[in-house]
């Protein structure tokens, strides 16, 4: 297929036939249009510090690339309340490897992974990254009455970026990406599984780092060390740092040089058998009643409180002073709950109220609810099957050059795509 074909299917232009357009400069690119995108920018930039978005008067951005690229600026919008803010550095013919890297974002996002882009430049990659549909940090308010944008952040908008920077790296060099990676931690790395498992057509390799995989869970287990090492918001935390620090100096005293090496950490938690009461009254008094009561809790894990069943498996021995009272309150997660799930805006004082997050009667209705947005499928079952349409679609893509990019693949639409092509 030639390149003008490519660029009409990939970007929604009008496919032409006769001879390859010649590849278009950085400043045509924004007459292009990726699907649900738009591009409002496109800039030749030089070496130094990367200015501020062209046109805004906004401050430079605080990273440097030792490289001349386009910079390219541009929003997906999917649904009508997205707003997926994106951007894609391209380098130039000379210096392009032919591979593409996008890039993950860690908790709530909200802001374009720059440094991840400078450094991908600068190694000859096509890159991209994107605020995940939001501004801000670490706050939940974005959350409330948007679940549009909850679902592009747990989901979509990596696929809508790719796309599009595939389609502006097609037309820029005039030949399609030949290797596609992506790249994420913590959240990050839970958006790679996602992508695995939701968009396997999209990149070639994926590098999920510290994935926070079975992400209804995790939220759970947060908001529980939130409930349990600060009971009551705005109160001092059940049990003290320096408290914390002493319980894990102990348990390494006693766990750290079982593997053979005493380094600092214990490589097999569970291979650990440390008496925690001998730090209580009945021990050395190192630790209250209470205080003893609330490092236990956070062994114990999770459960139902009707049935008793484990939800979720607790902290581990050594972990003691990475305790943090302020996770679950900083990350807002029991108030994104509020937010996506019941459309309330829970303060922090109401999401503590077991009437309102539980591990009962809340717990199994929020997992199912959050879960296609922002877990990853695992396991045998229904889930898995998710990813046979697009496996098929791959296989349609190698014998025909034709991309197919929603199901179901009956005769019909195979028939429509070929006679588009």
Not at 34 to 56: D, K, L, M, Q, W
Not at 103 to 111: K, L, S, V, W
Request: hydrophobic fraction near 40%; charge should be neutral; glycine fraction near 10%.
């Amino acid at each position: 297929m030639g390149s003008t074909a490519r660029i009409a299917l990939t970007v929604g232009l009008t496919a032409v036939s006769g001879p390859s357009f010649a590849a278009l400069s950085c400043g045509q690119l924004t007459s292009l249009t990726p699907e649900a995108s738009t591009i409002s920018s496109a800039v030749v930039t030089p070496p130094g510090v990367v200015p501020g978005t062209p046109g805004t008067g906004n401050p430079p951005i605080n990273v440097s690339t030792g490289v001349t690229f386009c910079r390219v600026q541009g929003v997906a919008r999917p649904t009508q309340d997205s707003e997926i803010k994106f951007e894609v550095w391209l380098p130039t013919a000379a210096a392009w490897t032919g591979r593409f890297k996008q890039n993950g974002t860690g908790g709530y996002a909200g802001a374009t992974p720059y440094a991840r882009l400078a450094q991908d430049i600068g190694n000859g990659f096509v890159a991209s990254g994107s605020n995940m549909g939001h501004d801000g940090g670490e706050s939940a308010t974005w959350t409330l009455g948007h679940p549009e944008k909850v679902k592009d952040w747990g989901l979509r908008a990596h696929y809508y970026v790719a796309t599009a920077a595939k389609a502006l790296a097609l037309a820029f060099y005039d030949k399609p990406v030949a290797h596609s990676y992506f790249e994420g931690c913590s959240n990050g790395g839970r958006q790679a599984m996602m992508m695995a498992q939701n968009y396997p057509q999209l990149f070639d390799g994926i590098v999920a780092g510290a994935p926070s995989q079975f992400y209804p869970d995790v939220l759970f287990w947060l908001i529980w060390t939130g409930k349990v090492l600060t009971p009551v918001f705005g109160q001092p935390p059940a049990i003290s740092t320096a408290k914390r620090a002493a319980i894990t100096q102990k348990v390494l005293e006693k766990c750290d040089a079982i593997d053979g090496l005493a380094d600092g950490q214990i490589t097999n938690p569970r291979a650990c058998s440390f008496d925690i009461d001998a730090l209580g009254p009945d021990g050395d008094n190192t630790l209250t009643a209470q205080e003893l009561a609330t490092v236990k809790a956070m062994y114990a894990g999770t459960h139902n409180e009707l049935t008793g069943e484990q939800r979720y498996a607790g902290a581990k021995f050594g972990s003691e002073a990475f305790f943090d009272p302020n996770f679950a309150d900083n990350g807002g997660y029991g108030v994104f709950i509020g937010h996506y799930v019941y459309g309330v805006n829970w303060t922090a004082a109401q999401w503590r109220d077991p009437a309102n997050i539980n591990f009962s009667t809340v717990y199994d209705h929020v997992k199912q609810f959050i879960s296609p947005v922002t877990a990853a499928p695992s396991g045998a079952g229904e889930p898995t099957i998710r990813v046979i349409p697009a496996a098929v679609a791959n296989a349609f893509f190698s014998a025909t050059g034709v991309r197919m990019r929603r199901a179901p693949l009956n005769p019909e639409r195979v028939k429509a795509a070929l006679a588009k092509a």
